[in-house]
């Protein structure tokens, strides 16, 4: 039971990993708009660096994608380890770290992937609505008030594990929720300095 458990788990982290390396960001800037948004503004393949670099034409398509694939792992999660072991939250989440992890590290991108706010978000609505909707509250607010995607997605890393521990008091779930927590604060840590020295850019709206 126990190598079953183990090939199952395997199997999910591998699945959402390469679902996650589907960055959008890089599919559509790349091979649609033969101009990879990796060198433009921030360098960043994520929707903001996206949406500053090529306006709002093509975002919803990049939302589409990176939401879609965050879907799809944390339910092939929830189905694989729910239906064989009665494990479908814990699915969820080891779906949602590896979907967050391919799309941070691609490994058909060179490794050079998003900050995973958008994924991370569609992964907190898969998870649980009830953490969903105080990490996405907390977000919005922030995003609303100071216009910096980047505070708002660092506020709602830093409340994830804590309602994770909330909701399930599961050191196993609260686990996962750190390392998904780390992992995006970790790709905003210059973000953070920039914030820190009131040199953060803010998010225009334009064409």
Not at 8 to 21: D, H, K, P, R, T
Not at 24 to 37: A, C, Q, T
Not at 61 to 77: E, P, R, T
Not at 97 to 112: K, Q, T
């Amino acid at each position: 039971m126990l190598g079953i458990t183990a090939l199952a788990i395997a199997a999910v982290a591998l699945v959402s990993y390469l679902l996650g390396c589907l960055n959008s960001s890089i599919v559509i800037s790349k091979y649609f708009l033969k101009d990879d948004v990796r060198n433009h503004g921030s360098g960043n393949a994520g929707l903001t660096n996206f949406y500053r670099v090529f306006g709002k034409k093509n975002v919803v398509f990049v939302i589409l994608l990176d939401v879609l694939k965050a879907v799809l792992s944390c339910l092939i999660g929830a189905a694989v380890l729910g239906n064989l072991m009665g494990l479908e939250v814990l699915g969820r989440y080891i779906a949602g770290l590896f979907c967050l992890l391919g799309h941070v590290f691609p490994c058909m991108f060179g490794f050079r992937g998003g900050k995973g706010v958008l994924s991370g978000g569609a992964i907190v609505l898969m998870l649980d609505w009830r953490i969903a909707i105080v990490v996405w509250a907390l977000f919005l607010v922030l995003v609303a008030a100071s216009r910096m995607v980047s505070l708002g997605s660092m506020a709602a890393a830093i409340a994830f594990p804590i309602m994770t521990w909330v909701v399930y008091q599961s050191w196993l779930l609260l686990a996962i929720a750190i390392c998904i927590s780390i992992l995006i604060l970790w790709r905003h840590k210059d973000n953070a300095q920039r914030i820190a020295h009131g040199e953060e850019n803010k998010l225009e709206f334009h064409e």
